[in-house]
């Protein structure tokens, strides 16, 4: 069945840590995108990539990167987690051709950083 | 620029009340409309979407119709249940701009 997974769907990890966020999809789409979720419920894009080894940085500056080696994979991933980046984690991936207008999502990851 | 406005929440209703949620949009040309669904602990759903004037979206019993002279994408539901408590997304999506757009979200609460 074509979807989008993220693990691990919660984490809760100590000041200072690496980490990295996983998200796989079957989906066959070439583009995939991660967005940040504040308590305030808001979504902020904070990277995308269009293609292997392609990536962007979306509208909202963020001290993760990401890298995209296979067109199905996309992690990202936080050198030295703090605090300030406690949040919801959504992975979203869409299509270049047909419908290339929707994007569709996975159930996110909730990050708490103490 | 683009941008969408909603309502702000929370939406408190009970069961089998009507639902309205406004949505309003800035955008030069033509963007397609969406509403996403987001159920508590999980991501976003596609529930509906529409991709020019006029045009209906419908699903699960919400509607939202496309109106371009007042640029608006309102969701409706005759009869909300228990189940409909969630937190809802409108967003549009221009081809040029090639990124999806949300609103602030609006959180839907329907009590027995």
């Known amino acids: 069945e074509a979807d989008i997974y993220q693990t691990p769907r919660y984490l809760v990890i100590g000041t200072g840590k690496k980490i990295t966020l996983e998200c796989s999809q079957t989906m066959g789409h070439d583009k995939m995108y991660w967005y940040q979720q504040d308590p305030g419920m808001e979504l902020h894009l904070i990277h995308y990539s269009y293609g292997v080894n392609s990536t962007e940085k979306g509208d909202l500056s963020s001290e993760s990167t990401v890298s995209r080696i296979r067109t199905e994979h996309f992690p990202l991933t936080l050198e030295s987690a703090r605090p300030s980046h406690t949040s919801q984690y959504l992975c979203?991936?869409?299509?270049?051709?047909?419908?290339?207008?929707?994007?569709?999502f996975g159930p996110g990851t909730r990050l708490t950083v103490l | 620029g683009n941008s969408v406005t909603q309502m702000e929440g929370p939406v408190t209703l009970s069961e089998e009340a009507f639902l309205t949620i406004n949505c309003t949009y800035t955008?030069?040309?033509?963007?397609?409309l969406f509403w996403y669904v987001q159920y508590p602990g999980e991501g976003l759903q596609l529930l509906l979407k529409a991709t020019k004037a006029d045009d209906k979206g419908s699903n699960k019993g919400f509607e939202a119709t496309y109106r371009k002279e007042t640029t608006s994408f309102h969701l409706e539901k005759g009869s909300v249940q228990v189940s409909d408590s969630a937190v809802y997304f409108c967003?549009?999506?221009?081809?040029?701009?090639?990124?999806?757009?949300f609103g602030a979200g609006t959180r839907l609460a329907v009590h027995p």
């Open positions: 955008a030069t040309g033509y963007p397609s």
């Open positions: 967003g549009l999506f221009r081809g040029g701009y090639n990124k999806l757009i």
């Open positions: 979203a991936s869409s299509s270049s051709s047909g419908e290339t207008d929707t994007q569709y």
